[in-house]
């Protein structure tokens, strides 16, 4: 994978939880780099109340990331 992170700066709350997405996103294609398998995958945890959850659990602590590298956009 290329260079895609240069900031956790961003202008908006907003676009800080838009990056947080976008880091959970990341980490999943750089464990599982088979975009196949990712898809294949992907029906298992869509339909999984603890799938979705611990998704939310690590988009939330990626925000609380992005929040700190941007003093809670104050």
Excluded: C
Aim: no cysteine; glycine share 2%.
């Amino acid at each position: 994978m290329s260079d895609w992170l240069t900031s956790l700066k961003t202008d908006t709350p907003q676009q800080g939880f838009e990056l947080a997405i976008m880091l959970a996103r990341n980490a999943v294609a750089y464990t599982q780099p088979s975009p196949e398998i990712r898809e294949r995958l992907r029906y298992i945890y869509a339909e999984n109340a603890d799938s979705l959850i611990a998704t939310s659990h690590v988009v939330a602590t990626h925000f609380q990331t992005v929040a700190a590298a941007n003093n809670y956009w104050k």
